[in-house]
């Protein structure tokens, strides 16, 4: 009877520990120190502040709330209020991630998030789709002739 006790409250113990509430996510952006980032969030057309972190000398913060954010297309916002990248939250709500600003966005790393690494992969595809595309049509608007075109391909 005791031993069964004993399992029963383990056990309750290790699921309310499991289910973490709220949200914490870890930023480490370098080569910002002391200074403020920003997480936000798309409502619609328009842009809104979800949360704000302060930097350490390390370049680490940590977005921190007690309620869980509602699930979306986030952005990580840097100290000179320019959107460096997205991320999903939904589920997932206690992650890290690790971004380099000199190599974005092929610097940015997520940790206990695979929605975000997925994402992030098919953020570097696009990304790198888009610069062969802007490529390709720059050498076709160039081009002076048609076998100009068929050579710019």
Known sequence: MKRSLLITVSLFISLITAAQPGYSIKVS?????????YLGYYYGKVKALADSALLDENSTATFK????LNGGIY????????IL?????????????????ANLPGSVRFTGSMDN??????TIFANNRGKEITSLTEKYRLAKNSKDSVSAS
């Open 29 to 37: 952006l370098k080569p910002y120190k002391n200074s403020y980032v």
């Open 65 to 68: 709330g007690a309620t869980p």
């Open 75 to 82: 952005f990580l916002v840097s100290p000179r209020k320019e």
């Open 85 to 101: 990248f997205e991320m999903l939250i939904d589920k997932e709500q206690h992650f890290s991630m690790a971004a380099d600003t």
């Open 117 to 122: 690494t997925i994402f992030q992969n098919y």
